[in-house]
Every structure is written in structure tokens, then in C-alpha cells.
């Protein structure tokens, strides 16, 4: 990998608002690595020797049960922070990081956190957030699975898909990486079938556009109508 410099880093939300000697600090302590798609960043139950700012590509973050179920948390984007079991008080990774598609992630010892952390308060404000936000999600996927019916969790996870890497195009707004059928249900809670079906359904109703590895929604807006029907009702006191 070629050398490393503040450039790479400093447009991205986790270090913005830190000075430029702030952030060559935090690239000298930095190695740039490339995960081939399919290979594994880190493995569920691993001892957590890093922590990882994804500059490239898209990794899947899948976590399995004690009965061998397997289900995906999150995608990591370009610019997330992740693998930040020390700032959980972790000593290993609560869940597996594979790439989808060939990527770049810098990488820091996990040794230096406490230390990185004290010495930047720009990016612990910044990694606080992020962690607010993953669990803001987290509660709102757990209301998901526990209240909704499988067409209406199918749907909020393909709009947090379009929302947080979605590509306008001339079908409509396509899920700017490759995902098949199988990773959605992991990430709904669901079966392989009732994605398909789910599909299909909305293929035939105009509201997606369905390929290999590919989705496409043509009608977001009756696609959050569909997914906002399915939230339980609020109770008048």
C-alpha cells in the first residue's frame, strides 16, 4: 500500500473537526490493508487486537447465535468506524466482518484506543455519536423483529440500505452494492423464501426491480408507506 497521509482521512465524519497535526497523529499510528471480497476482517469471539475505519468497498458484520443461526447487523460503509470492541470493554469481537466486495480499511492497534481516545476529544465526541446512532438502530430493529410482520421488516431494511448507500439512477435508487436475496433475509430476521416471495410481490407491483445480486427501488415512497403501515400503533392515554 502506498504511503499514508491526512488526505485519506480527513474529509471523513469520524475525524472531522480535528486539526491537521491531530490528524497526521492519527495516520502515523495507522496501516492500510486490502480484504479481498469474502475474506474476514475479524471473527466473532477474537481476541480484539484493532480497531478499523473502512476507506473502501462494503463489509457485512454477521453475528451468530449459540444455535448456529446467523444474522447481519449492519453493513459497514466507507468512512465507518468499526471493530471498537475496547470502547465496548470488550477483549474480543461480538460478531464476524466479511467483505462483500474487494476492499480497503485502515487499521490501529487496539493497545493505543484509551490513549487515542483521551488525547483527541473531537473523535471521541464522534465515535460517541456513531455508537448513539448503531443503538438507536439496534432498538429500532429489535421493535422491528418482535412487533412487525415479514413484509414490513423486509422493507425497512431495504430503506435503511437506499438510505445509507443508495445511488439515484435512471430506474430508480439502486443498492450502490452487490447484496443477494440470502443477505437480506440475514438482515430482516427471515427466511431466503419469504424474501423471494416479498420480491416478487413488489417487482410485480412496480415497486422494486430485482436482479442478481442487485435491488433497485423504483417507488420509495409507497415503499416507506408499506413499511410504516406495519408499526404498531401508539396508545392514546
Request: aromatic share 6%; charged share 25%.
Given at each position: 500500500m502506498p504511503n499514508l497521509d491526512r488526505n485519506l482521512i480527513q474529509a471523513l465524519?469520524?475525524?472531522?473537526?480535528?486539526?491537521?497535526?491531530?490528524?497526521?497523529?492519527?495516520?502515523?499510528?495507522?496501516?492500510?490493508?486490502?480484504?479481498?471480497?469474502?475474506?474476514?476482517?475479524?471473527?466473532?469471539?477474537?481476541?480484539?487486537?484493532?480497531?478499523?475505519?473502512?476507506?473502501?468497498?462494503?463489509?457485512?458484520?454477521?453475528?451468530?447465535?449459540?444455535?448456529?443461526?446467523?444474522?447481519?447487523?449492519r453493513f459497514v460503509?466507507?468512512?465507518?468506524?468499526?471493530?471498537?470492541?475496547?470502547?465496548?470493554?470488550?477483549?474480543?469481537?461480538?460478531?464476524?466482518?466479511?467483505a462483500v466486495v474487494d476492499s480497503v480499511t485502515l487499521v490501529w492497534p487496539a493497545q493505543i484506543w484509551d490513549e487515542f481516545v483521551a488525547?483527541?476529544?473531537?473523535?471521541?465526541?464522534?465515535?460517541?455519536?456513531?455508537?448513539?446512532?448503531?443503538?438507536?438502530?439496534?432498538?429500532?430493529?429489535?421493535?422491528?423483529?418482535?412487533?412487525?410482520?415479514?413484509?414490513?421488516r423486509v422493507a425497512h431494511t431495504v430503506l435503511r440500505l437506499i438510505t445509507q448507500s443508495g445511488?439515484?439512477?435512471?430506474?430508480?435508487?439502486?443498492?450502490?452494492?452487490?447484496?443477494?436475496q440470502q443477505?437480506?433475509?440475514?438482515?430482516s430476521g427471515t427466511t431466503l423464501h419469504s424474501v423471494s416471495r416479498t420480491l416478487s410481490a413488489w417487482e410485480s407491483a412496480g415497486l422494486v426491480t430485482v436482479g442478481r445480486r442487485k435491488i433497485v427501488v423504483r417507488d420509495a415512497q409507497a415503499l416507506s408507506t408499506l413499511a410504516d403501515r406495519g408499526a404498531p400503533k401508539e396508545r392514546s392515554r
Open positions: 465524519p469520524v475525524f472531522s473537526a480535528m486539526g491537521e497535526p491531530e490528524l497526521d497523529d492519527v495516520i502515523a499510528h495507522a496501516k492500510a490493508q486490502r480484504i479481498p471480497k469474502g475474506t474476514a476482517v475479524f471473527q466473532q469471539g477474537e481476541k480484539a487486537n484493532s480497531f478499523f475505519v473502512l476507506l473502501h468497498g462494503r463489509l457485512k458484520v454477521v453475528k451468530t447465535t449459540p444455535h448456529g443461526q446467523q444474522m447481519i447487523i460503509h466507507p468512512g465507518d468506524i468499526y471493530g471498537i470492541a475496547k470502547a465496548l470493554r470488550r477483549e474480543d469481537y461480538p460478531a464476524t466482518a466479511t488525547s483527541h476529544p473531537a473523535f471521541a465526541v464522534n465515535v460517541m455519536q456513531t455508537m448513539g446512532d448503531r443503538l438507536q438502530e439496534a432498538h429500532a430493529r429489535i421493535k422491528e423483529l418482535s412487533t412487525e410482520e415479514v413484509e414490513h445511488k439515484q439512477t435512471d430506474e430508480g435508487v439502486l443498492v450502490d452494492f452487490p447484496i443477494t443477505e437480506l433475509a440475514e438482515a
